[in-house]
Structures are given as structure tokens and as C-alpha cells.
């Protein structure tokens, strides 16, 4: 089994940061892409930031230039740095990440989400 657990969410005003990050553990062979997706009430869930597991990126037109991912492929882990938080930001942020387990299966496992709250 593969389990990811996410950590660093909570409250911050307007204009400022918060670190997420999203550690992989189990029987993990490889991590293809990892990325980070939030949801934010009564709207779908969408795509934040994702990494390769080469190091390329890609960001929601919303976040670029405020958030930026990065990945420590040897811990299995995946971050998120959020800068310049507007109150649009508020939602569930969500880690995922394209798994090989040992038994050579590949799906996608997700975190059980952590709340980021920013207010105006």
C-alpha cells in the first residue's frame, strides 16, 4: 500500500505564505508526476502545480508567479511554497502523485487534503 500525507496548511492573512508539504511512504517503487490540486467549496476540484519526475513544471495561470513545487525525489516528497496568498487561495489543497509499487501496478494515489484558509 502507498499512503501520502500532506502537512502545512492552516490560516494566514492576505499577502502572506504558507509551505505545504506531501510525503509519499509505503511500498513504493518510483513517482512519475507529483502535483498538488485543491477544492474549494462548491467548486470542482483543479489542478494547482505539477512536477515531473524530471523537475518540469507546470502552474494554473492562477498561481504562477505566487507558488512554486518542488520535489526531493530520494524522500519521496513533494512541496509547495504559496506567497503572495489572496483569499481566492482558500480551498482543500490535495496531493498526487503517479505511483509504481513494488509490484509494478502504477496508479495515482491522492493525501487526504489539509485545509488552507487565507483571509482578507
Known amino acids: 500500500q502507498v499512503r501520502l500525507v500532506e502537512s502545512g496548511g492552516g490560516l494566514v492573512q492576505a499577502g502572506g505564505s504558507l509551505r505545504l508539504s506531501c510525503a509519499g511512504s509505503g511500498s513504493i517503487l518510483s513517482i512519475n508526476r507529483m502535483g498538488w490540486y485543491r477544492q474549494a467549496p462548491g467548486k470542482q476540484r483543479e489542478l494547482v502545480a505539477r512536477i515531473s519526475s524530471s523537475g518540469s513544471t507546470n502552474y494554473a495561470d492562477s498561481v504562477k508567479g505566487r507558488f512554486t513545487i518542488s520535489r526531493d525525489n530520494a524522500k519521496n516528497m513533494v512541496t509547495l511554497q504559496m506567497n503572495s496568498l489572496k483569499p481566492e487561495d482558500t480551498a482543500v489543497y490535495y496531493c498526487?502523485?503517479?505511483?509504481?509499487?513494488?509490484?509494478?501496478?502504477?496508479?495515482?494515489?491522492w493525501g487526504q487534503g489539509t485545509q488552507v484558509t487565507v483571509s482578507s
Open positions: 498526487s502523485a503517479l505511483v509504481t509499487t513494488m509490484d509494478l501496478s502504477i496508479q495515482d494515489y
